[in-house]
């Protein structure tokens, strides 16, 4: 009955998206572009709450929330260092071991969509010794990704000192709160630099605050990032410190996103 009742709505979203010539205007608030032709289904599944009909048609009527056009998207990494390690070693699914002074693949099938990497270098040469790590990764170009690689180990410190001044500029135009304790000013600078990082820029999706950086427990979702969504609720919370510490901009960016993504009825991800 489950699967009939999906073949039929499927048939209706074709139908109405067929009818609608791909105008989205009728169902969602936004009016975005269409990934999916299946309109009227991921409406009907939202309005009737079921869930799993959502989380398959309901995510994918538009550009980039839609988990399921995320997830096949091709992600590349480029992971590295300016110095030649004497081992190297990256494995799938698993972990990766010091032992007996070598670098040991352990295979861990809870594990088998993560990739580990391990390096070792020498340390032992006189002197001071700076080894530079660079990571680039993105979404849908391994030639770009490397052309970020290669910016990134080409002036190394560029990055850090842009960081640097970002968040200087960051706490000279946000509002300040100065007392008697020192430790507790330091702490509300550091909450504000914690707060800003957690606003993202995802391509064709717009930017926003999310939850964190952290995965979904292993299973279906395992190596997923699981904890940095969008969530609805939480960002507009954490807009409610922002909005006090006078960082407008990033309100309006996160409430467009919430526009953007929001279905017939108004509604967006909560949880």
Known sequence: MVVLYFV????????KSADQKKDATNYFLSGRKLRWPSIAMSTIATNIQAGHFVGMGGAAYTYGL????????AIFGILGAMEAP???VITRGG???WKDGQLTPQKDASEETEFATGMVFDLTGEG???IYIAVAGLEGSLTEARKIYRETTSNPLSHSVESGNYYKKLLAKSVTIVSPDEEFNEGYRWAL???????LHTPSVGRGFVAGFAETIPGWGSSRPGYAWYFGRD??????????????KKVRDQLEVLGDFQDISGKFSTN
């Open 95 to 97: 972990t990766i071991l």
């Open 66 to 73: 839609a988990q399921a056009n995320f997830e096949i998207g």
């Open 235 to 248: 960002s507009v919370w954490i807009c409610l410190a922002v909005l006090a510490y006078g960082d407008f």
């Open 128 to 130: 001071a010794t700076s």
């Open 8 to 15: 039929i709505i499927f048939i209706i979203g074709i139908y």
């Open 86 to 88: 004497s081992q190297q």
């Open 193 to 199: 630099v914690g707060t800003d990082r957690h606003f």
